[in-house]
């Protein structure tokens, strides 16, 4: 009896031990709109950041000549996230009716792939313009996926990538 007096004490001790410490994973870390503590306000600013950085490295591995830096520079400019957010405030999208919601978001849409399609002339410009290597490391470069910007979320992936790991300690 005594003998399992204790394993029932241990195994007690056990799960609420588990319960306590896992309970920073479920605290409330704000919704998808953003009000959060990660909100869209402080996350754009990151992102934008962390955009350049990217732009950075992918101009400094294509080595362009100073013929080619019009069109990089177009094709940067041409990005319908450069520096430019025109996310829904949230307390006038609040006013409207579901209706008028879903209308304002389908014309958001529409105004997002009318700047792609810019976006995309202004890529194949800039790509007409790249030697073969040049073109290669584009690829390589701007790729989504394992490397890219949306990549993974396991270690080794996402925008870091194994090639830009920190070292371990």
Do not use: I
């Amino acid at each position: 009896m005594l003998k399992t007096n204790k394993m029932r004490l241990a195994a007690l001790l056990l799960g609420a031990s588990a319960a306590v410490l896992s309970a920073p994973s479920f605290a409330y870390r704000g919704d998808c709109m953003a009000d959060g503590q990660m909100g869209a306000r402080q996350a754009d600013g990151r992102h934008a950041e962390r955009m350049k950085m990217h732009q950075q490295r992918v101009h400094d591995a294509l080595k362009l000549t100073p013929q080619q830096e019009p069109a990089w520079a177009k094709y940067q400019e041409s990005h319908p996230f450069a520096g430019k957010t025109n996310r829904p405030d949230p307390a006038e999208m609040a006013k409207l009716t579901a209706p008028e919601r879903a209308d304002r978001m389908l014309e958001m849409q529409k105004q997002h792939q009318d700047a792609m399609s810019k976006h995309v002339v202004a890529m194949k410009d800039f790509y007409a313009q790249l030697t073969p290597e040049q073109k290669k490391t584009f690829d390589e470069q701007t790729q989504m996926g394992k490397r890219g910007m949306r990549g993974g979320r396991g270690p080794g992936s996402g925008p870091r990538g194994p090639a830009n790991m920190p070292p371990a300690n």
